[in-house]
């Protein structure tokens, strides 16, 4: 194997097995600081031996042992400091196994990792940059493109964090029957965010499908635990649907096709029959659905339609004024927007826009949209600064390239002799 496929290797180790490996040494130290520095030492050192020595044939296995020894050197070294040295020496083994932990869904590792970021004692500010952070193996850069926020800042974030939690001096462990409802908005935000995070990367893009899996792996088990909570239900199916569509959000010369330009017959239609199932059963419940519910509705209309000219625009639009009640955030009124703009014509949707651009002014799809609704007036040359503002935000070049291409597109429109 040569230097490059090892690396390569290395590489994918980290994306499969860094919320695994933190979890599991979270669950064995009880120390966030010796868990992410031990994993991180693990894959220092497969970055190092496994051109020379090789790929191990269990590269999990082989991190596991690795990062384990790493800890235990570490905490070696502190006890002695602190004169624990009974301590450390019951430590030491040449492969200590980690403690059992309970069964079931929350005997997962990850899940219970995120779990712990999710701590009540945490801002939800810093829920969400721990959970990226441990987790979602984010970097603080890839962390503050995400929430776009100063890398410093996310730093910061991060070790007040932590303290935090060493503060509180809890004993890892997932939360009791009583604790967990508390803690099941702020899991199902982060998830999304990771989720997101691999849908459309903000940097060594376009997609990182090991992040949507993860995401999706941690919703199932989130649901398993909680099966009649509705907006659960109303993430997974929003995840599955989203995720059904990521075959043909690719094209092969690597280009990012928006909805209106993917090949629907590329779409997972596995992941389309369990999307809409889930949608059918939360709305068979006859309760009155949540955010994320609601948003799985518009993702499950838009995936019925068998072209984009086909789909039910009055339905999307009902689902969206629902869901402006719920949440009138700007985003969401930019979303039904777009609605409006294919019931009513641009004209109406861009007068809706054009309130929102101080509170989107740095919101790459509020520009993107409305150039595209300048676009269909014959607005060019403001059509055109538009896409300039929206490819100047994006983070990811292939989205970049996209919204490149479709103000090319309009530039060549108008080279067109006129008939």
Request: proline content about 6%; overall charge neutral.
């Amino acid at each position: 194997m040569s230097r490059v496929d090892a690396r390569e290797a290395a590489a994918r180790a980290h994306r499969e097995e860094w919320a695994r490996l933190v979890g599991l040494l979270v669950r064995r130290f009880g120390d966030l600081d010796i868990a992410e520095d031990a994993a991180a030492e693990a894959f220092a050192a497969a970055v190092e031996r496994w051109p020379v020595d090789g790929v191990p044939d269990r590269p999990g296995a082989w991190l596991t042992t690795t990062a384990m020894r790493k800890a235990v050197d570490r905490v070696r070294r502190e006890s002695r400091r602190e004169a624990k040295q009974l301590e450390a020496s019951a430590l030491h083994a040449a492969d200590p196994p980690a403690p059992a932990g309970p069964s079931g869904p929350l005997g997962d590792d990850r899940l219970r990792l995120v779990l712990l970021c999710c701590d009540p004692v945490l801002s939800p500010a810093a829920r969400v940059t721990l959970t990226l952070r441990l987790v979602g193996g984010l970097t603080v850069p890839e962390i503050a493109r995400a929430l776009l926020v100063q890398e410093d800042a996310v730093g910061r974030r991060i070790t007040r964090a932590k303290a935090a939690l060493r503060a509180t001096a809890r004993e890892y462990r997932p939360p009791s029957a009583a604790e967990l409802p508390g803690r099941v908005a702020d899991v199902l935000t982060v998830l999304l965010l990771v989720f997101d995070e691999g849908y459309l990367a903000t940097a060594s893009g376009p997609l990182r499908p090991e992040l949507t899996a993860e995401a999706i792996r941690l919703a199932r088990l989130l649901h398993d635990l909680l099966p009649d909570d509705g907006e659960v239900t109303g993430l997974l199916a929003l995840m599955l649907l989203t995720d059904a569509r990521r075959p043909a959000r690719v094209s092969a010369s690597g280009d990012l096709l928006a909805l209106d330009e993917q090949d629907r017959g590329a779409w997972d239609t596995a992941l389309l029959a369990e999307g809409h199932r889930l949608v059918r059963e939360r709305l068979a419940a006859g309760v009155p659905p949540g955010r994320y519910q609601l948003l799985a509705a518009v993702n499950a209309v838009h995936t019925c339609a068998r072209d984009v000219r086909d789909t039910d625009w009055s339905q999307v639009l009902a689902l969206y004024d629902q869901l402006v009640r719920l949440d009138p955030s700007p985003v969401v009124a930019l979303n039904r927007a777009v609605a409006v703009a294919e019931l009513d014509g641009a004209q109406v949707a861009l007068a809706q826009l054009e309130p929102l651009a101080a509170a989107l002014a740095g919101y790459q799809p509020f520009h993107a949209t409305r150039a595209e609704l300048l676009a269909r007036l014959g607005r060019t040359r403001e059509a055109d600064e538009a896409y300039d503002c929206a490819v100047a935000l994006c983070p990811n070049a292939a989205q970049a390239a996209a919204l490149g291409r479709r103000r090319a597109a309009l530039a060549d429109a108008r080279s067109w002799p006129a008939h």
